[in-house]
């Protein structure tokens, strides 16, 4: 008898990977107009056939396509719904000579709807690569990317006088459609990534937001409602989640505190069925506040970096979900990298052959705590 595929999975993750040297090259030439989009595309095409059978040769369920085809987890994305734009990143040099992104303001210019099917074409390509027996992912940013960092101030006051309800409905809708044009593609596991929530976790980023006219307080509980809207258009059978991230850009990080002051809204009012927390080290808190997740939800704990080369140890993985164990059912529990190897094309400070050690560290304690279900 077969057992179901039922993402999210004991040992999943979070879904970008490090990009090979020859499509970062070829992604060069096409920003040059040395080769056209149809060009990069196949070159596309062969990096994610690669990285499909990397995934499942390590012994990954869940498979995504590296966001092989994407520069930003979210610009790409967000500016390809009606009514939006955006700015280019810009890589700004602190003082102590590293570069630090900073993200750009998504701008809401005109009234938010579905143009387009968005992800099929890629998902299509990204099913006809997976095996038998492995679910393909698709990752697309949280609708609060279109509110949090530009605020009000963001989002045309012509066309919205009032967000609530106009504002809120539209993105939920155009989600929907989305969300509905892979399901008829065959897709059943989608995962939102979603910075904004943790960054509420942020003394600096809750200040920031005040400045902003918005209260770091309400917000959580506005944004639970606001992803409800989307849950509430899921298609029936498809798997949707949420990864809360803290930044992660060239192994540097945006954003920490504990998850205190977003966890009731998160886990208690949003009506997802999966979360992707990350727990990689101290900026992230303790465990205390998955006590808010209701029964029926799965907590996935990115307790494995993706930042830095250095190993966990199995010892001391298993002893942290032991520790979360006491706040929640441990059959609620699963294992992940913190967040994806590659949030933007320049990707992380570590090797490939550590992605790969990585994700095999995450399947072997996997196995050990819950065993092969």
């Not at 099929?120 to 038998?132: C, G, M, R, T």
Request: hydrophobic letters at 40%; a negative charge; glycine letters at 6%.
């Amino acid at each position: 008898m077969s057992v179901p595929l039922n993402p999210p999975f004991r040992a999943d993750h979070v879904g970008s990977f490090l990009r090979p040297r020859y499509l970062l090259e070829a992604r060069e030439q096409f920003s040059k107009r040395e080769i056209d989009a149809a060009a990069l595309r196949k070159v596309e095409d062969r990096a994610i056939s690669e990285i499909v059978k990397f995934q499942e040769d390590v012994g990954l369920k869940s498979i995504t396509d590296g966001e092989f085809r994407r520069t930003y987890f979210h610009v790409d994305f967000l500016q390809q719904i009606g009514g939006v734009q955006s700015d280019v990143p810009v890589l700004v040099q602190k003082a102590d000579g590293t570069e630090e992104l900073a993200p750009p303001v998504m701008r809401v210019v005109d009234k938010v709807r579905h143009v387009k099917d968005i992800q099929v074409d890629d998902f299509n390509f990204l099913k006809s690569q997976v095996s038998a027996g492995s679910v393909p992912k698709v990752c697309i940013p949280s609708p609060t990317m279109l509110h949090f960092r530009g605020g009000r101030a963001g989002i045309s006051k012509q066309h919205y006088p009032e967000l609530d309800p106009e504002f809120y409905d539209d993105v939920a809708e155009a989600y929907g459609q989305e969300l509905h044009a892979l399901s008829r593609a065959g897709c059943t596991y989608v995962q939102m990534d979603d910075t904004n929530l943790a960054y509420l976790c942020d003394e600096r980023m809750r200040e920031a937001a005040r400045q902003r006219g918005d209260d770091p307080n309400e917000l959580p509980h506005r944004y639970a409602t606001f992803i409800n809207k989307v849950v509430a258009r899921k298609p029936a059978g498809m798997t949707l989640a949420i990864h809360l991230c803290r930044g992660n850009f060239r192994s540097t990080h945006a954003a920490e505190g504990n998850y205190e002051p977003v966890a009731e809204a998160l886990l208690a009012e949003m009506n997802l069925d999966a979360y992707f927390l990350e727990y990689d080290d101290q900026r992230s808190g303790d465990f205390r506040p998955l006590r808010f997740l209701p029964k029926n939800k799965l907590a996935v704990l990115g307790l494995v970096t993706t930042k830095f080369g250095k190993m966990e140890s199995k010892d001391d993985l298993k002893r942290r979900i032991d520790e979360a164990a006491k706040y929640v059912p441990i059959e609620q529990l699963a294992l992940s990298p913190q967040c994806g190897f590659s949030s933007t094309v320049h990707g992380n400070d570590i090797e490939v052959q550590v992605q790969r050690d990585k994700l095999k560290l995450v399947l072997d304690v996997a196995r050990d705590v819950w065993g092969d279900a």
